[in-house]
């Protein structure tokens, strides 16, 4: 007997059912996630245990997650955005660099005065992330140019130009000689609150940036329009709606909040630029995970974003207690993934098997 599997789409999938398959999908990656740590010889409670321990369980590591959460919540509500427009931007690394390497050029090379410094930095990181992401919308609207081979590509080259700069032109005289540029001026550093690194001004920016853009997409005639291209573009175009325009408003506001989340690294944390490794963890590949756990939803992305960020600094306490390599790290965000993914098809769909 020959079974036919066939996927049916829910007519109205109630709501717990995406937040089951959410936990669900977690669940699993933990369990799955476990074997790895097996194979090092490392007890998976025992792992688990250090994580949330040091990321959630003392004030050091709550603001280290926070930190951490930050960029996570200004790139995920982008992608947020330019998902439900369909437009599949993988590139929100190189955005995040590309707001870097211009939060650092206006404070060290421009003679901006001191008391506008930081609204200059903000606004000049949102302009570069924007230009870096909106390169890769024009080629996909006007030469049907897959906008994910771009975006991805665009990553490299922001990385090998933040080495050019670190090596070469911007390498700083007072440096002895390492690959960093001088530090930024006091009046470029973003205000902490005390005792912990967490920059005040690029966290408002990321929670009302969230609400603002649930706001758009949710109540408002471009959120509207963003919405029906990316679920039926020749039903927008029938209705008038310009897909280039929807197109490239969506990885403008997309690359525009990455660089915001680059500024904030230099000016919060860093205060000059170095190793691209070093100014983001995968801050831009991480947020992918992060919007799709959220599910597009950028409130539910505050939360999603927390969540991650203490699996980051988690990451980095097994690497120093436990010797784990960080790569365990990025094994257990893709195999996060890959099951929010399969969950998503699942709350949306039902299987059926016929013989």
């Known amino acids: 007997m020959v079974i036919k599997i066939r996927f049916e789409r829910r007519v109205s999938p109630p709501k717990y059912l995406s937040i089951l398959y959410v936990i669900i999908s977690i669940l699993s990656a933990f369990f799955v996630s476990g074997f790895i740590f097996k194979a090092y010889g490392i007890n998976p409670i025992l792992a688990y245990r250090i994580i949330f321990t040091h990321a959630y369980g003392s004030p050091s590591g709550i603001y280290e997650t926070i930190v951490k959460a930050i960029p996570l919540i200004l790139c995920s509500v982008g992608l947020s955005l330019a998902f439900k427009a369909e437009m599949w931007n993988i590139g929100a690394e190189g955005q995040l660099l590309l707001g870097a390497i211009m939060a650092t050029g206006l404070a060290l090379f421009t003679p901006t005065p001191p008391s506008i410094i930081v609204p200059v930095m903000f606004i000049g990181g949102f302009m570069a992330g924007a230009l870096w992401a909106v390169i890769p919308a024009i080629l996909k609207v006007l030469l049907n140019v897959n906008e994910v081979i771009t975006t991805m590509m665009m990553n490299y080259i922001a990385i090998e130009l933040v080495r050019y700069l670190i090596y070469g032109p911007w390498r700083g005289a007072k440096e002895w000689g390492y690959p960093i540029t001088d530090e930024i001026p006091d009046a470029a550093k973003l205000i902490c609150i005390p005792g912990t690194r967490i920059h005040i001004p690029t966290l408002a920016i990321a929670i ?24 039926n573009p020749e039903a927008a175009r029938y209705a008038g709606i310009s897909y280039l325009k929807i197109s490239i408003l969506s990885m403008i506001i997309s690359g525009g909040l990455a660089g915001i989340a680059g500024v904030g690294e230099i000016a919060g944390i860093h205060y000059r630029l170095r190793y691209p490794e070093s100014i983001s963890m995968g801050y831009g590949f991480t947020s992918i995970i992060v919007a799709w756990l959220g599910r597009l939803n950028p409130i539910s992305i505050i939360i999603a974003s927390i969540f991650f960020g203490g699996l980051l600094v988690g990451g980095y306490v097994m690497k120093m207690i436990l010797g784990l390599p960080v790569a365990v790290v990025y094994v257990f965000n893709g195999i996060t993934l890959m099951f929010i993914l399969v969950g998503g098809v699942l709350s949306q769909y039902k299987i059926k098997l016929r013989g």
């Open 208 to 231: 009302s940036t969230a609400f603002i853009v649930y706001l758009i997409i949710m109540r408002t005639t471009l959120g509207y329009e963003i919405r029906v291209a990316g679920e």
